[in-house]
Each structure stands twice: as structure tokens, then as C-alpha cells.
């Protein structure tokens, strides 16, 4: 019903428009007691097998939504409703910002995936503090809230500038998330390296620890899928001497060779980063070799690429504690991430693990053995 729906109606407008009409549609139905009632039990399902246990909290399962879709911590409760075990919010930058000119989000349809280079727009880490603090939930779900780099403040500064909003928004994180890896900032990429990171890692976890003084504010970092293979395994020993909670794995992609992109060619010409199913194999290769270099030392959030149970699946049995979507939900619809928790759980029920915590990272370990 949905595939009908996309393409007689979303298909034709404006990606961007496209989403905020459909995030429109969520935020109201989530505050229709009555509705978003009947839309939770229709569409988010809990197994108790799929419960799961990450960054010392307890969640539903281990399936959430990535940062993107909710920039600005606006509908919380309706993506929860619809289903997702944790939403993560952002990327939300120190100062508020109208992020790059329009158009700025593109589907490749024949595809399934998106190249966005919507520049961080969101309205501010003290505004959306604001909001944060005054939302009453009404379903519980893990929030996270990502945080990257102002687009004006120069790399020099850009230490301060996470510092900022780490005061301002680490007392409202269930978990935090350090984003180095969009390729829409100018210069954000470069404090991917190790002598970058390092200092601003520091920086952000004393300041989440100064702030939040009553509990231990779990902090992760976002990796993009264009790093190469030793760069990798440095954020990983890093992420280890740092004592980091977790690394997220993987950003959106510049790369457009060796894809096997279908959609026209003025599209996937497109500047900006490319997500969805094209993304799979590469953050799937990053993920296995964080789990081979970290093992169950932090915990591993496996993003990228990710269409259906299956995809979700393999990211566990590859090492992910966690994993994230966003692209297939455009494609896919309201009944997606129904259809990904039930999926898991039918996969789970015939294997050889009694929980999902002995699935993680089990097809890894067989090759590394």
C-alpha cells in the first residue's frame, strides 16, 4: 500500500518537501492520544527477545532510527511510536544554522538510497536543549543526540565549539554522539584523524562529565565509510585508550565509482553524501573490522545500507550491538520497522544464539578464529 502511495504521490514532489510533509503527518498523530495508541500497537510490536542491553541502558531492541530524519528533537514520539527502539536527533551544531541552498536532498529511486548535502541545518544546541527539557515523553525510548561542527567556526575552534554543545545538551543525552564525518562541513572530515580526534574526544567527554554530574553520559563517535582501512583501525585503538563508549559505523559515503548506481546520471552526479543500499557493502566491511580490532570492548552501532531484517541481522551476527536506519524508511514506509523487528526476532528463534547479545559479532569471530 505504502509502494503505491510513494509512487503516485511522494515520488512526485520534492524530496524535501517530501519529508517534512510526511514528519508533519507523524509529530500529529503522535499527539492524538487515542491514535497514536492504536498507530503503537498496530506498528511497534515489542518481542521480548529482542530486548537489548547498550551503553548501560535497556531498549526494546536494538533497531533505531538514525540522526537526519528528526534534526531538531521534534518528533521523538512519533518515531518511537512508529516503532524505533532509539532515536537518535542531529546532527545539532552550536549555533543554529539554515544549512546549504535548496535543493539539497535527492532520491535515486532505482537505487533505494538519497544523496543529501543538507549542510547541518538545525536550529542550535541551546534551542533544542530548550526543547529537549520541556518534552514530557510519551513512550519511552533511548534518545541520542548527535552533535557536529558549526559551519562558520573555523577548524581551529572547532574543540570549543562541540564543548558548547556538550554543556548545553549532554544533561538531556541518553547517549551522546560526536560527528566528524559528514562531508557536507567544509573541513568536519579532517578531525577524523587521530591527532584531531584525540583532543576533541578529551574535550567532550570531560565537558559531558563536568555537566552531568549524577550518571556517566555514554559518548560515541561517527565514522564515515571513506576511511581508509588503517584509519580505521586508529579510530578504533583510539576510540579503546579514550575509553570511548562506542563508534558508529557508517556515515554517509562520497564515493560514486564502483556502486553499481543504476538512477540517471545527473543525479548521482549530485554533490553530498549517498546513503541506502548502496552504502551496504562498504560500512558492513567497516563494521567487521572494528569488531576484529575492538571486539566487546565498546559496543558498535552498524548503519548504512540497511533495507530489511536481513540487512539488520548480518550487521549483528557482523559485531553491531546496535543497529540504525533511515534511507529504507523513505522507500519503505510506516510498516518497516515492523516488519525488521519481526523479521529478527523469527531469525533469532532459529538460531543457534539463546539472546541477541550472543549473536553480536558471531560470524566475525568465526573468520578471525
Do not use: C
Not at 526476532?345 to 566475525?364: F, H, I, K, N, Q
Amino acid at each position: 500500500m505504502y509502494a503505491l502511495f510513494f509512487r503516485l504521490f511522494f515520488r512526485r514532489m520534492d524530496a524535501e518537501r517530501a519529508h517534512h510533509l510526511a514528519f508533519r503527518w507523524i509529530r500529529l498523530a503522535a499527539r492524538v492520544p487515542v491514535l497514536r495508541t492504536f498507530v503503537a500497537a498496530a506498528l511497534a510490536p515489542r518481542y521480548e527477545s529482542l530486548r537489548t542491553e547498550a551503553l548501560g541502558l535497556r531498549m526494546h531492541g536494538p533497531f533505531g532510527l538514525a540522526a537526519g530524519f528528526d534534526k531538531n528533537a521534534v518528533a521523538i514520539d512519533g518515531m518511537a511510536m512508529l516503532g524505533f527502539d532509539h532515536v537518535e536527533i542531529g546532527t545539532v551544531t552550536a549555533q543554529g544554522q539554515p544549512g546549504n541552498p535548496q535543493p539539497r536532498l535527492f532520491r535515486l529511486v532505482d537505487d533505494r538510497a538519497l544523496i543529501n548535502r543538507m549542510g547541518f541545518n538545525n536550529d542550535g544546541s541551546a534551542a533544542v536543549a530548550d526543547r529537549l527539557a520541556a518534552r514530557r515523553p510519551v513512550f519511552r525510548t533511548t534518545v541520542g543526540v548527535n552533535i557536529g561542527k558549526t559551519k562558520t567556526v573555523p577548524e581551529a575552534e572547532a574543540v570549543a565549539d562541540y564543548v558548547t554543545s556538550t554543556e548545553r545538551l549532554a544533561a538531556h543525552a541518553d547517549y551522546l554522539v560526536v560527528n566528524v564525518s559528514s562531508p557536507n562541513t567544509p573541513g568536519l572530515r579532517n578531525l577524523q584523524a587521530t591527532e584531531a580526534l584525540r583532543p576533541l574526544l578529551t574535550a567532550v567527554r570531560e565537558a559531558a562529565a563536568r555537566t552531568v554530574t549524577g550518571r556517566r553520559v555514554p559518548l560515541l563517535v561517527k565514522i564515515a565509510p571513506d576511511l581508509a582501512d588503517e584509519d580505521v583501525d586508529a579510530v578504533a585503538d583510539l576510540a579503546v585508550e579514550l575509553g570511548l563508549d562506542g563508534i558508529i559505523a557508517t556515515n554517509t559515503t562520497i564515493a560514486r565509482d564502483g556502486l553499481g548506481l543504476a538512477s540517471d546520471p545527473r543525479l548521482t552526479a549530485e554533490t553530498g553524501g549517498l546513503s541506502g543500499a548502496p552504502l551496504r557493502d562498504r560500512s558492513m566491511e567497516v563494521l567487521r573490522r572494528l569488531y576484529t580490532r575492538v571486539g566487546d570492548r565498546i559496543t558498535l552501532v552498524g548503519v548504512g545500507g540497511i533495507r530489511d531484517a536481513e540487512d539488520a541481522w548480518q550487521r549483528i551476527l557482523a559485531g553491531a550491538t546496535l543497529v540504525q536506519g533511515y534511507s529504507a524508511f523513505v522507500y519503505q514506509g510506516p510498516f518497516w520497522m515492523r516488519s525488521v523487528h519481526k523479521g529478527l526476532a523469527a531469525r533469532l528463534a532459529t538460531s543457534p544464539y539463546a539472546t541477541l547479545a550472543e549473536a553480536v559479532g558471531a560470524d566475525t569471530r568465526k573468520v578471525t578464529v
